[in-house]
């Protein structure tokens, strides 16, 4: 199985003052392609932090961080979001939809960027991302006009339509109410089962911990237990290595 | 495209904000194109009311007469006027040699009386020179010969006279005794020069010449050249050929407005400078209060791996919108409110009375009642240019900035 990222030996040293602040302190960690995982920890423990890594928002101190194969650790800015273009699909808190935008164009707005698709071509790839979600009959509707629920499920879309190696998601629920939040997450869930998306997220709701095929617990910037742990374990070591150059 | 359509949707998310910026830079472009039209306008009025009613293209008299014009003399005649005539119809012999006897004068009607400055002119070549028939109210040529007065409508407005009434003409004679005589009226003109609607009056030469026991001699002859660039050649040529004659160009004569407009034309530079920094001002902070509001949008973008330089482009064409919105309407204002007084001319005949009196100067320049502006394409299209240039370069360091917004700070908790 391919690994979508892999962190190895990765710390992240904030310096407010002169005491220094291990945000990540030695963290290796693999998510497989196919994978879904969930970040869990106290508040201050490196979820957002492990998030950003591999979302490359961010560059490891010391340590690597790989995705989909390749080092990112020493990349440009410019480079970075080019990846983050191609290859990451990301799930605000907040939504972050454009609000004079319809859901359709918000949808079509991670296509646009990307460049690569027609007008027909992006409005393929849209309207059965939509339907998939069942909010395609909402495709004319501004996110003022629809729900929080709603809205995350455009979110979604947005982060699903360029089909990215994985999608992150910081803390997806915190700003829905625990039934939507459920709902979003099993949808998740469901898209996880059916079409094989990659996703990554922290969260602070034991219902959705709970919900998560896998638990990874941070604590002080450790990785403390991982329910998967045992998964990657198993694998031979020259495998991983095999993976990670691919 | 794409860019331009999210700029376009953009500009409405703030509406109020939106029109306060676009209408600094709509007056930025109003008033650049009034400006303009108004500068360029005064320019060419005042050249074409000198030509066309009172110097033609070159004014010919004797070398002292400028010095001493206010007082009118009739001593200091053009000398060797045959000569000078004939020199000009060799080099030009198309051109309009039109004599005339300028000379002060007493206007009266038994109850008021008003110093008004006569200009006695052979009406054949003076209709030929100015079509002075175009300007009467009669639409008649001042008659050749005859006790005939073509009198300007402000000093006809005081008098309450019309064609066919009577007024006095009371002058000295060229002796220096008085001497008057009753004139008719045969037209009332106007001609936009408030020095002639205002403080003159033209009766024909011959009738002059016995009003001021001048039987021969003239203070100076208007020359109407095939075309008015030759002024300056036949003034040189002139002036070298006859020690005592001096010759005024239309040039000469309008050279204080030029010189007037060059100040004017600073001080709208100045003006318009500052209003288009003011829009600029309230452009970047336009465009820098949205970038702040939108921080969490644009940490997105970044998010989803948007170049920066498409970001800051996306807040320029917002800018560039706006400044194109403001301009437009500032050009189709400020050009159809200038191509309207460029058509019917603006009337500045009450400005003028207040400085100078009704009469208005008796003698240098000739001065406009009306001002017609000039606007053209070219200027419409520069005021355009000046409003988006001027939007699109206040908004280059707010758009920049937000290459600056960190992503992972934006999108952390908000
Ligand atoms: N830019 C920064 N500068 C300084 N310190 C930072 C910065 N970002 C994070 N930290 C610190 O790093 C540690 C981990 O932060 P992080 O945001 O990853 O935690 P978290 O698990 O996401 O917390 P929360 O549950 O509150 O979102 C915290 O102690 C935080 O104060
Ligand atoms: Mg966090």
């Known amino acids: 199985m391919q690994l979508a990222a892999y962190c190895e030996d990765v710390s992240r040293i904030f310096r407010p003052g002169s005491n220094e602040v291990r945000a990540l302190d030695g963290v290796t960690f693999r998510l497989h392609r196919g994978e879904m995982a969930a970040v869990a920890g106290p508040s201050g423990s490196g979820k957002t932090t492990l998030l950003n890594m591999i979302g490359c928002l961010d560059r490891p101190d010391q340590g690597k961080v790989f995705l989909d194969g390749e080092d990112i650790s020493h990349k440009s800015k410019h480079q970075l979001a080019q990846i983050r273009n191609e290859k990451i699909g990301f799930i605000f808190q907040s939504f972050h939809l454009i609000p004079v935008l319809t859901v359709f164009e918000n949808v079509e707005f991670a296509l646009q960027i990307q460049g690569k698709l027609s007008v027909d071509g992006r409005k393929d790839r849209v309207m059965p991302v939509l339907e998939a979600l069942g909010i395609a009959q909402l495709a004319s509707r501004k996110p003022s006009e629809i729900s929080g629920g709603q809205q995350q499920r455009v979110a979604i879309a947005r982060a699903l339509v360029k089909k990215p190696v994985l999608i992150l998601a910081d803390e997806p629920t915190a700003n829905l109410d625990s039934k939507t939040a459920l709902s979003i997450i099993e949808l998740m869930v469901k898209l996880h089962q059916e079409e094989g998306t990659t996703f990554l997220f922290s969260t602070h709701d034991p219902m959705v911990m709970d919900t998560a095929p896998r638990l990874v617990h941070l604590r002080d910037g450790k990785i403390v237990s991982d329910s998967g742990e045992q998964m990657n374990k198993n694998q031979p070591k020259e495998t991983e290595a095999g993976d990670v150059s691919a | ?414």
């Open chain 2, 1 to 414: 495209m794409f860019l331009l359509k999210l700029a376009t949707l953009n500009i409405f998310r703030n509406t109020k904000r939106s029109i306060l910026t676009m209408t600094t830079v709509f007056v930025g472009v109003f008033g650049f194109i009034m400006a303009s039209g108004m500068v360029n306008g005064v320019e060419q009025t005042y050249v074409r009311i000198e030509i066309d009613t009172e110097t033609a293209h070159l004014r010919v008299m004797h070398k002292r007469y400028l010095s001493e014009e206010e007082n009118f003399p009739l001593d200091l005649i053009l000398p060797q006027q045959r000569a000078v005539h004939s020199v000009i119809k060799k080099g030009w012999p198309t051109a309009l040699v039109v004599p005339r006897i300028i000379f002060s004068a007493q206007l009266g009607d038994g109850e008021q009386a008003l110093g008004a400055r006569g200009v006695a002119i052979d009406s054949a070549l003076a209709e030929k020179a100015f079509s002075l028939s175009r300007y009467s109210s009669s639409k008649k040529p001042l008659p050749e010969t005859g006790k005939w007065i073509f009198v300007g409508s402000i000093i006809a407005k005081s008098f309450k006279k019309k064609i066919g009434d009577t007024l006095t003409i009371e002058s000295r004679t060229r002796d220096g005794s008085m001497n008057a005589d009753d004139y008719q009226i045969a037209g009332v003109i106007s001609t936009g020069n408030m020095i002639i609607d205002g403080g003159s009056f033209y009766i024909p030469l011959k009738s002059a010449r016995d009003l001021l026991r001048m039987p021969t001699g003239l203070t100076d002859v208007v020359v109407k050249l095939p075309k008015k660039q030759d002024a300056l050649l036949v003034s040189t040529r002139l002036q070298k050929q006859f020690g005592a004659v001096q010759a005024q160009t239309w040039q000469d004569k309008t050279r204080t407005i030029f010189e007037l407009n060059k100040i004017r034309r600073q001080m709208f530079n100045v003006l318009i400078s500052i209003i288009l920094i003011v829009a600029a001002a309230g452009m970047a902070n336009t465009v820098l209060m949205s970038a702040f509001e939108r921080k969490g949008e644009i940490g997105m973008m970044m998010a989803l791996g948007m170049p920066e330089g498409r970001i800051v482009r996306l807040f320029t064409a917002e800018a560039g919108m706006l400044g194109l919105i403001g301009s437009v309407f500032g050009a189709l204002c400020g050009g159809s409110w200038a191509y309207y007084l460029q058509v019917y001319g603006w009337d500045i005949s009450a400005m003028v009375e207040k400085t100078y009196g009704a009469t208005g100067q008796t003698t240098g320049l000739s001065v406009a009642s009306f001002i017609f502006f000039d606007i053209s394409f070219s200027t419409i299209l520069m005021g355009i240019f000046l409003g988006v240039f001027v939007s699109l370069l206040a908004s280059l360091w707010p758009a920049w900035r937000t290459t600056r917004f960190d992503p992972r700070e934006v999108l952390a908790r908000s």
